[in-house]
C-alpha cells in the first residue's frame, strides 16, 4: 500500500444547537485516509457517521479543527471525494446516462468527453445496456449500480459512501458489495481508495484494510482495527467469525457516558445532572428485554452476540441498545463478543410474570436513574401524579427534543410494566398505581405526551 495521505483530519469537533442548547455530536475526531486503502467508520445510529462523512466532504464545517486534502485544509467542498448515498438520490425525469453524466456537467467538462467518460463509468459498473434507461424502470440493486457510476465518472480520490447498501435487500446489497470488493481486488476500480460508513459489522469487515469504531455521545474514536485477511473475505472462517465477536466486544464495552448539557448557567442544568439524569436510558423496551434473557437461558446462558443477531435478525442497532439495557440492569452481562446470563437474569428467565415484574421494578429503580426520579417525584408529590411536561423539560435540556422523548417513552414502558407508575396521555400526567385515574391509564396505554 502506498502511504500518501490523501485526507487527514485534525481534532474535529462538531456541535448542533438544540432546542435546549447545544449538542456535541463529534469530539476530538482525527484520522488519516491513505492512497489505496479502503477505510470503514463503523458505529451505532447516531454516533456521527453521517457528520464526519460530511465534514470530509466538504459539504459541512466542523466546529473546530481541520480537515485536509493532500495537505491543504478545506474551505469548501473537497474536490478530491464523490459521494455515493444510501438513497440513491437520482433524477427521476433524467435518464441512466445523462444521470451519470450530471457530475461532469457541474465541473465544466465538454459534452463528447462527458459521454464517453460516462459510458465507460456504465460500462466499468456492470450497467451496460441500460444507458437510456430511466430510474423508476431499474431494481434497487441497478439504481444503486448509477449511483456508483455517477460519483466513480468524476474519478475522484477518494470515494466516500454513505451507507450505500443499506437500502437494498439481502441478496442484492451481497451481491453489489460482492462485485466492488472483486473490483478492488482485480484493480478494475477506477478509484482506490475510500471510506465507508456503516453500521453493518460483517459488511466492515469485508470490505475494510481498516475499521474505525466510532463510540456515540459524543462520537468519538473507541478503536481501529486492521483487517489483514486476504480478500474475497470467507464470512464463514474462524478468523472473520473471531473479528466480528472482537467488534461486537469494542461496541458493547461502551458505558453510556453521562450527558453534559450545554445550556449554559446551570440552573435546569445542574438540577438534571443532580437527579442522574445525564445517564441516559437504553431505549430497548421491556418486551425485547424479556426476550434476549429468554434467548440467552434457552441457549444454556451463553450465546455470541453475533450469533444472536443472526438468529433475531437484528442490526446493531436493534440489538445493542436491549443488551445495554441488559447489562444495566445485570440481567446480562458481556464478554469477549459473547452475552452470558447472570444469576439474576436467570430468576428473571424462571420468574412467573407477577414475580418478573417485581423483580424487573426493584432492578430498574436501583439502576435506571430517569426511573428512579420519575418514582421519586410521585412519592414526594401530594396528589400522587405529575405532570410529563416538567421531566421532559428537565431532559430536552440534556439531549434535544426527540430523545428527550424517546427517553421519557422508555421510562414510561419500563414504569409501567414494573407496575411503578403509569402514564395518562389524556391529561399528560404521569400517576402512581394507587391514584384513581391510573386503571383508566393503564387501560389506555398511549405514549403521546
Ligand atoms: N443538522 C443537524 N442539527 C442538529 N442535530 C443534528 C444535525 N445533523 C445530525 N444531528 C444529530 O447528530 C447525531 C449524529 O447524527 P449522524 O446522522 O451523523 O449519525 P449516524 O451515526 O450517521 O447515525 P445513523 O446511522 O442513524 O445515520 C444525531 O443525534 C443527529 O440527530
Known sequence: MNNTTLIAVDDVTKVFATDGGEKTVLDGISLTINHGEIVALLGRSGSGKSTLLRCIAGLIGPSTGTVSYKGTPLNGSNPGTALVFQSFALLPWL?????????????????????????????????????????????????????????????????????????????????????????????????????????????????????????????????????????????????????????????????????????????????????????????????????????????????????????????????LPVVDAAQLLKLVRTQDGALRITEQGRRYAGADLLRAKEQFATLAVEAAPLVRHIVKELRRSDSGAIRADGVLSDLRALYGDQEAQQQLDTAVDWGRYGELFEYDADSGRLLLPTHPDATAAAAGQTVDA
Not at 424502470?137 to 470515494?159: C, I, K, N, T, Y
Not at 456503516?198 to 470490505?207: D, F, K, M, P, Y
Open 95 to 319: 435518464t441512466v446516462l445523462e444521470n451519470v453524466e450530471l457530475g461532469l456537467e457541474a465541473k465544466g467538462i465538454k459534452p463528447a468527453e462527458r459521454r464517453e467518460r460516462a459510458l465507460k463509468a456504465i460500462d466499468v459498473i456492470g450497467l451496460d445496456g441500460f444507458e437510456s434507461a430511466y430510474p423508476k424502470e431499474l431494481s434497487g440493486g441497478m439504481r444503486q449500480r448509477v449511483g456508483f457510476a455517477r460519483a466513480l465518472v468524476v474519478e475522484p480520490d477518494v470515494l466516500l459512501m454513505d451507507e450505500p447498501f443499506s437500502a437494498l435487500d439481502v441478496l442484492t446489497s451481497e451481491n453489489l458489495r460482492s462485485e466492488l470488493v472483486r473490483m478492488w481486488s482485480e484493480g478494475t476500480m477506477p478509484t482506490q481508495t475510500a471510506l465507508i460508513v456503516t453500521h453493518n459489522i460483517e459488511e466492515a469487515i469485508q470490505l475494510a484494510d481498516r475499521i474505525l469504531v466510532l463510540d456515540s455521545n459524543p462520537g468519538r474514536i473507541k478503536a481501529e482495527l486492521t483487517v489483514e485477511l486476504p480478500k474475497p473475505r470467507d464470512r464463514r472462517s474462524p478468523e472473520f467469525e473471531d473479528l466480528v465477536d472482537e467488534v461486537y466486544g469494542i461496541l458493547t464495552g461502551q458505558q453510556a457516558e453521562p450527558r453534559r448539557a450545554a445550556v449554559n448557567g446551570g440552573g435546569p442544568d445542574a438540577a438534571a445532572a443532580a437527579q442522574g439524569l445525564e445517564t441516559p436510558l437504553p431505549t430497548a423496551s421491556t418486551g425485547s428485554l424479556g426476550g434476549i434473557v429468554e434467548l440467552l437461558a434457552a441457549h444454556g446462558g451463553s450465546e455470541g452476540l453475533a450469533e444472536i443477531a443472526d438468529e433475531l435478525r437484528y442490526e446493531i442497532d436493534d440489538l
